[in-house]
């Protein structure tokens, strides 16, 4: 039996902090992994959502432009318009008709992606409870949100965590100069017969001592491998420097972009609002003779495309809310929980 006990070995001591920095790099993969999953499932959930209310207004509109073409055909039946009033409005239900086939598919697309992602079908995403009030950012500042992202991004603790490795790689590229030191312990038995009187001799021999390793020469083979590791170590600060200037334009690209959806939001809700009063007006005057239903006919596209663009609007300030959060390293499931209390029950 052998055994040995390494007293003074600088190589294996940074093998062992390299191991535990492995573990802390893994442990950052795992939450990158766990955040992209949040925004995956999130993206598809409000891709559904968006897909649903599109194929709601067209339909709308294709009810709309339905009445319209109705309504030519009747008035060219009884004189008062022309045939091309009547071949305009059917063009424009054909090219509606259209439409409603591409957003029906788009919608069944959005859901298949939906449904693979979370292992369950026919997956149903609540709408957004009315009246919609999105949550404002929190902190305000840009600079703050880079701060954050600087300590808990998990690319940047994941690219310090890689520069930590490669300065453990020249420590123990450089140990290759330095002498070892191992307690030994040895025992041993052997057994043999006297052929003579037939008694058999046994012997136990046991041995403690220290073993002390000092290289003499490598013929260059531990300062090659020294320059080899500095140049790596190198390579990792400059990893490491390139995430963090990465990590905070993406912070920023975040901030602005939440900053400016929630801004296009307010102005699709004023304009959704302009819409509807321009609907009524138009339709007052198509009653009183001074408007024609085709004028009807565009006021009523332009509120439903205005509502179509505030829905989208707002799936993307909550989403752009996640993907803040992410790019600073705080997305966590709290973050869908709160997003969660913002859907019709």
């Given at each position: 039996?052998?055994?040995?006990?390494?007293?003074?070995?600088?190589?294996?001591?940074?093998?062992?902090?390299?191991?535990?920095?492995?573990?802390?790099?893994?442990?950052?993969?795992?939450?990158?992994?766990?955040?992209?999953?949040?925004?995956?499932?999130?993206?598809?959930?409000?891709?559904?959502?968006?897909?649903?209310?599109?194929?709601?207004?067209?339909?709308?509109?294709?009810?709309?432009?339905?009445?319209?073409?109705?309504?030519?055909?009747?008035?060219?039946?009884?004189?008062?318009?022309t045939i091309t009033d009547s071949r305009e409005a059917q063009a424009r239900f054909d090219l509606v008709v259209a439409q409603e086939i591409a957003a029906d598919n788009d919608l069944r697309v959005k859901k298949l992606a939906l449904d693979n992602l979370v292992g369950k079908a026919n997956a149903a995403p609540k709408p957004l409870a009315t009246p919609v009030v999105l949550p404002a950012i929190s902190p305000d500042s840009v600079e703050q949100w880079v701060q954050q992202a600087e300590e808990a991004s998990p690319a940047i603790l994941q690219s310090r965590t890689n520069l930590d490795v490669a300065r453990l790689e020249t420590e123990k590229a450089k140990a290759g100069h330095l002498p070892t030191l191992d307690l030994t312990a040895s025992y041993s038995q052997s057994r043999s017969p006297n052929n003579l009187t037939g008694v058999q001799t046994r012997s136990n021999n046991s041995t403690v001592g220290l073993q002390f390793n000092l290289p003499l020469y490598t013929g260059g083979q531990t300062q090659n491998r020294i320059s080899e590791t500095l140049l790596l170590e190198e390579k990792a600060r400059q990893d490491l420097e390139s995430a963090r200037r990465g990590i905070a334009q993406g912070t920023r690209v975040a901030y602005f972009g939440v900053v400016s959806g929630q801004a296009q939001v307010h102005a699709l809700e004023a304009a959704e609002a302009s819409s509807k009063l321009a609907l009524e007006a138009t339709q007052l005057g198509y009653r009183v003779g001074v408007r024609v239903n085709l004028d009807v006919l565009n006021a009523q596209t332009q509120l439903f495309q205005t509502q179509r663009d505030l829905s989208k609007a707002r799936y993307d300030v909550l989403m752009g809310g996640l993907k803040l959060r992410q790019a600073s390293g705080q997305l966590a499931s709290s973050d869908v929980a709160a997003v969660n209390t913002l859907l019709a029950r």
């Open positions: 039996v052998n055994a040995r006990y390494p007293l003074f070995n600088k190589a294996n001591d940074a093998t062992r902090a390299q191991a535990q920095k492995s573990l802390q790099a893994a442990q950052a993969d795992l939450v990158t992994a766990e955040q992209d999953l949040i925004l995956r499932v999130s993206q598809a959930y409000f891709d559904v959502l968006a897909a649903q209310d599109t194929l709601t207004f067209v339909r709308a509109q294709k009810t709309a432009v339905a009445e319209q073409l109705a309504s030519a055909k009747r008035n060219f039946e009884v004189g008062t318009s």
